[in-house]
Nanobody, 118 residues
Framework: QVQLVESGLVQAGGSLRVSCTVSGRAIEHAMISWFRQAPGQDRFFVAGIRWSATYYADFVTGRSSISKEDTENTVYLRIDSLTFEDTAVYYC???????????????WGKGTAVTVSS
């Protein structure tokens, strides 16, 4: 059984760090993506990583970094220069191919809520 578990933290100085730990399947050859859903809005792709290739949505390009540690089966996402608009539930998801569409994901975590205070 594949499970994805997210956790998140807003750090002093205006940075967000979320992690996704996967069990039941190795992440080495999979694509792990981050999506987010703000209150009352649809869920959107934020960033993804497969092997050494990374992918970012326009709204986080230049202020975000996605990385992974295969030995820990964990993917990390950092977003800097936070604004209130970054408040959302952040989800990680796994797929077998490079695809940023929500319906291309095979497995999902339950999400972690992140609140950015004004």
């Amino acid at each position: 059984q594949v499970q994805l578990v997210e956790s998140g933290l807003v750090q002093a100085g205006g940075s967000l760090r979320v992690s996704c730990t996967v069990s039941g399947r190795a992440i080495e050859h999979a694509m792990i993506s981050w999506f987010r859903q703000a209150p009352g809005q649809d869920r959107f792709f934020v960033a993804g990583i497969r092997w050494s290739a990374t992918y970012y949505a326009d709204f986080v390009t230049g202020r975000s970094s996605i990385s992974k540690e295969d030995t820990e089966n964990t993917v990390y996402l950092r977003i800097d220069s936070l604004t209130f608009e970054d408040t959302a539930v952040y989800y990680c998801a796994m797929s077998n191919r490079v695809d940023t569409r929500e319906d291309a994901m095979d497995y999902w975590g339950k999400g972690t809520a992140v609140t950015v205070s004004s």
